[in-house]
């Protein structure tokens, strides 16, 4: 994996695959009105991954991002974004793994979220391997005007590929290096597990949240699969795995009603 095109643009650029709005189909605020940036770029390689034109050098190839500046990128997302005077719209960055151009994203988001005051939140879908949440060189002042920030971290567990990568040592690392505040974990931080070998993965999760001690609050299930059918045929035996738990479970929505397509 090279991830072709996309880490060779210039210093100022982000590596774009595609914006465009729908709603947040998965975790915490699923269903609220969501502009997505999608980045290219990735640390892993999950054999299942819906989005393999963000890194795989076959897909780049045919589709390689633009390196866009922040004030060309800021553009594309004012154009998604509806001008209500709410502060209702979400935010999401998205990848690939966004969080490996976080030095860039920090020095952008202040300039985007004071230039499109509608955007109510921001939301981080990362496989969590890449740093923690991003930090802000602002004034208190301006820290407090920012909206919240919210995190979807989904570790990704043997079974997704990436063996050697996501061992349950190296998730634990990742965890409580990047992930915990002290000896908690913040209530915008949600843990989602994508499940594909059951009985194995759910094994593997009860042991993190135990030995990490992760509130149940803060975990999701999800059922591996790309198209409509494949969510309908799993979610009812990754519920009955969540719910004793006190897990949360969390279904592709967008799957479900547009089914699988770019772009929603």
Request: glycine content about 8%; charged content about 20%.
């Amino acid at each position: 994996m090279t991830n072709l095109n996309v880490f060779n643009g210039p210093e100022d650029t982000l590596p774009l695959a595609e914006v465009f709005s729908t709603i947040q189909g998965e975790g915490r605020l699923t269903g609220r009105p969501s502009t997505f940036v999608r980045l290219s770029g990735c640390n892993l390689q999950c054999s299942w991954c819906d989005t393999p034109y963000t890194w795989r050098d076959d897909e780049l190839a045919k589709s390689p991002p633009q390196h866009v500046t922040k004030e060309r990128l800021t553009s594309l997302v004012a154009r998604n974004v509806p001008a209500s005077g709410h502060r209702t719209q979400n935010l999401v960055l998205t990848g690939g793994e966004p969080l490996l151009h976080r030095k860039k994203l920090e020095t952008w988001l202040p300039y985007l979220l004071e230039a499109i005051p509608d955007i109510g939140s921001v939301e981080f879908e990362t496989n969590g391997t890449a740093g923690g949440p991003l930090t802000f060189d602002l004034s208190v002042e301006q820290l407090f005007n920012l909206p919240p920030f919210f995190y979807n971290v989904s570790l990704k567990l043997p079974s997704s590929g990436n063996d050697k990568l996501v061992s349950k040592s190296a998730l634990l690392k990742h965890i409580d290096t990047s992930w915990r505040s002290g000896d908690k974990f913040s209530e915008n931080v949600l843990f989602k597990f994508v499940v594909t070998n059951a009985a194995e993965d759910i094994e593997l999760i009860d042991g993190l949240v135990d030995a990490c001690k992760i509130p149940p609050s803060a975990i999701a299930l999800m059922p591996q699969g790309k198209t409509r059918e494949d969510q309908l045929a799993a979610l009812e035996h990754v519920a009955s795995l969540a719910i004793p738990r006190g897990y949360l479970v969390s279904a592709r929505v967008h799957t479900l009603i547009w089914g699988d397509k770019r772009g929603v």
